[in-house]
C-alpha cells in the first residue's frame, strides 16, 4: 500500500481478492486507487473517508458490498466491466455528493442512462445518484422496479416521473431527504391505482409523506427527458391516436433543446416547456422553432397545433 503525499492518493498495487475494509490515511485521503485481481468490494469498505472524492477499481470486480462509499465526497462512480452483483440493500447509500454513474458499453450485468444505474435489460431502478442536479427525472417506460435504496438521501430532484410499466413501488422514496418532493405516476385507462403498491420500505423516514401524496395521470402516452441531450419524447402507446398533450411536468427545466413528438399527438401545450423558449419541436424528421410558445406544423396528412392558454 502506497501513500502519495502530493495528491493525497492511496494505491494499493496487488489488493487480495476480497479487498479489506480500508482505513489506511481515512482522515485525508483525496484518492484511491486499487489494482490487481481483487473480486469483491466489502460492506462500508470506504465508510467515513470524509475527503474522498476519486476511487479507482478494477475491472475484475464481480462483487460489490453494502454503503461503500457512505460517509465520502464522491462525485463519479464508475461501475466495473465484470460486476455483476450489487448488495440488496443498497451499495451506494449515505453519500449526499454522488451526482453520476459511469459504465463500459460492454457491461453484461448494468446499463447507466443519463448518469442513472439500471441493471442490464433496464427493468430494475438500481441507484438515483444523490447528488444528481437536474429538478426532473423520468424513469424510462419499461421499467417495472425499484431497488431498495435506490432513492436513498437524494436531496436535489424534485420531481419524479413514473411509467405505466412500473407495478412495484414497495421500495419509493426509501430514506429520499426531499420532504416536498413532487411524485406523478401514470397508469393505462384499466390500472387503477392499485397497480402501484407501496411496502413499509416506501417513503421511510419521510414525516408526513406518503401515499396520498402521490399524483396519479391516467393516459395512453408518456413522456421522457433525457439530459445529456436535453431532449424530450412524446410517445402514444397502444396505437393510440388524436392524443392532445396538457401536462406541464417539465416547466422546471430551462435546457430543453428538442422535443420530439410522435405522430400519436394532435395538439401539444407548450406551457409544459415555457422555460425552455429556444426549444425545437421536432415531428416526424421535420421541425419548427417556439416563436413565443405559440406555433403549429401542418403535413400533408394531419395538422399538429401547438397550444398556449
Not at 229 to 244: C, H, P, Q
Request: glycine residues 4%; hydrophobic residues 35%.
Amino acid at each position: 500500500m502506497t501513500w502519495i503525499s502530493d495528491n493525497k492518493t492511496v494505491i494499493i498495487f496487488d489488493a487480495p481478492s476480497v479487498l479489506p475494509k480500508q482505513t489506511f490515511h481515512k482522515a485525508d485521503c483525496v484518492h484511491f486507487k486499487v489494482f490487481g485481481t481483487v473480486t469483491e468490494v466489502p460492506d462500508q469498505c470506504f465508510f467515513d473517508y470524509k475527503f474522498l472524492e476519486t476511487l479507482e477499481l478494477p475491472d475484475s470486480i464481480t462483487k460489490i458490498g453494502n454503503s461503500i462509499i457512505e460517509k465520502t465526497l464522491i462525485k463519479s462512480f464508475h461501475v466495473p466491466l465484470n460486476c455483476k452483483s450489487i448488495h440488496s440493500a443498497g451499495s451506494f447509500d449515505w453519500t449526499f455528493t454522488l451526482e453520476e454513474f459511469t459504465i463500459s458499453q460492454e457491461s453484461n450485468y448494468f446499463s447507466v442512462i443519463d448518469g442513472v444505474l439500471y441493471d442490464k435489460a433496464v427493468k430494475i431502478l438500481m441507484c438515483y445518484p444523490s447528488g444528481r442536479k437536474s429538478p426532473v427525472y423520468t424513469v424510462p417506460y419499461g421499467v417495472v422496479s425499484f431497488q431498495t435504496a435506490s432513492s436513498n438521501c437524494i436531496s436535489r430532484l424534485k420531481r419524479f416521473i413514473i411509467p405505466q410499466t412500473v407495478t412495484d413501488g414497495s421500495n419509493i422514496l426509501f430514506n429520499c431527504t426531499v420532504p416536498d418532493i413532487e411524485i406523478i405516476i401514470y397508469r393505462f385507462p384499466w390500472q387503477g391505482k392499485n397497480t402501484f403498491p407501496t411496502g413499509s420500505n416506501a417513503f421511510q423516514s419521510m414525516t408526513n409523506y406518503g401515499r396520498d401524496n402521490l399524483t396519479f395521470i391516467t393516459s395512453e402516452y408518456y413522456s421522457e427527458y433525457y439530459e445529456f441531450n436535453s431532449t424530450v419524447r412524446l410517445f402514444g402507446l397502444n396505437n393510440r391516436k388524436s392524443i392532445r398533450y396538457s401536462d406541464s411536468f417539465f416547466s422546471l427545466l430551462t435546457t430543453i433543446k428538442t422535443v420530439d413528438v410522435s405522430k400519436s399527438f394532435v395538439s401539444v401545450l407548450t406551457t409544459g416547456f415555457s422555460n425552455s423558449p429556444n426549444a425545437v419541436i421536432n415531428i416526424e424528421k421535420e421541425s419548427t422553432r417556439l416563436p413565443n410558445h405559440c406555433f403549429y406544423h401542418i403535413s400533408i396528412s394531419y395538422m399538429l397545433v401547438f397550444i398556449l392558454i
